[in-house]
């Protein structure tokens, strides 16, 4: 069946039948689904159902789609970052034969069917740019080819009228009635007890704080906790991970590290880096760059901070001191942007 005509709703469902069930399962096992985390309901509860009943092609063809993209982004965040590493320049616009090659460069390097499969439906999902070339991919490939949805229009017991024999309905009825005949002889016998005077109750003490309700369903994902940076003592002395600015990506001057050949003169260079710590004194940061090296790891947050091409970020800490040329705040990390970059 082919992707061509089909919803990125319904590929997004088929998609997750075609992942193998122990993959989906223990990607489910993984989380934190308590009622004490502030999950959607419509998010937690179809996914604590799933633990518990181990259905996985009844979840991927009925359960709510907010439930359902769910799991699948988190089967292709992986697989994702290094696709766009592989694509390279390219990853804002890939051509089809560019999407080929690093989808083959990804399998070679380990990445196995159901890895590519969430890859190219969570793009499709997402509308990417090249999600025409993922729909392609699904058709063309037999490897990626995509079950059909099992037909679940059938209604359920719930929906169906409950028929009832004429008979039972009589029996019923007047059991009824015998049981009210019953309650009347024996209200009519009983004497009656003098009325209980009841003590008033006590005034309730206000109080400014709202009581604790049983469940949290506020509006987000699970909540991430922050992972701590751990700081060498030297620089435990000057900076606070705590700091205000932690987490910020801004524009500074960065200086080099050796002498460019290129430019002798030119000590630095203005670029995006990561503060990862502050003080009065000044900044801990990674610079962001726009190549690889053996240092640096892709910086997945590039696209939605608006940077103008595929970025990497190092994993070398350098101080900026309060002199130094600090430039315009691009944006924040999120916990969770924060905690899936690589350690330093």
């Not at 460069?105 to 190219?120: E, K, P, Y």
């Not at 970020?313 to 999120?334: A, F, H």
């Amino acid at each position: 069946m082919t992707t061509s005509s089909a919803s990125a709703n319904e590929i997004i469902r088929r998609g997750l039948l075609k992942i193998d069930d122990t993959t989906v399962l223990a990607t489910v096992d993984s989380l934190n689904l308590k009622g004490s985390n502030k999950v959607q309901a419509v998010v937690g509860m179809p996914l604590r159902t799933l633990q518990q009943r181990r259905d996985v092609t009844t979840f991927a063809a009925t359960a709510p789609m907010a439930a359902v993209k769910g799991i699948l982004e988190l089967l292709a965040m992986e697989p994702l970052g290094n696709v766009v590493e592989a694509l390279g320049d390219h990853a804002d616009s890939p051509s089809f034969e560019q999407l080929s090659a690093a989808v083959d460069l990804l399998s070679t390097n380990g990445a196995t069917n159901d890895d590519i499969v969430a890859l190219l439906v969570f793009a499709i999902g997402e509308e990417f740019p090249a999600a025409g070339h993922c729909r392609r991919l699904l058709d063309e490939r037999p490897e990626f080819e995509l079950p059909p949805l099992p037909v679940t229009s059938a209604p359920t017991s719930l929906l169906v009228p409950k028929q009832v024999d004429a008979d039972v309905k009589e029996h019923r009825r007047a059991r009824r009635e015998q049981e009210k005949l019953k309650k009347q002889s024996a209200n009519t016998a009983r004497p009656v007890r003098p009325a209980k005077v009841k003590a008033p109750k006590p005034a309730p003490i206000e109080s400014d704080v709202a009581p604790p309700s049983k469940f949290d369903w506020s509006e987000g994902d699970v909540v991430v906790v922050r992972r701590e940076i751990e700081l060498t003592p030297a620089e435990r002395a000057n900076f606070d991970s705590g700091h205000a600015l932690a987490g910020s990506v801004l524009l500074a001057d960065v200086p080099y590290d050796a002498v460019d050949p290129n430019e002798p003169d030119q000590r630095s260079k203005h670029r995006p880096v990561l503060v990862v710590a502050g003080s009065e004194k000044g900044v801990l940061v990674r610079a962001i760059y726009s190549n690889a090296t053996a240092t640096r790891t892709l910086f997945q947050p590039w696209r939605r901070l608006a940077l103008d091409h595929v970025s990497y970020i190092d994993s070398v800490r350098v101080t900026l001191t309060e002199s130094s040329d600090l430039g315009e705040r691009i944006g924040k990390l999120t916990d969770d942007e924060w905690n899936t970059l690589a350690r330093p």
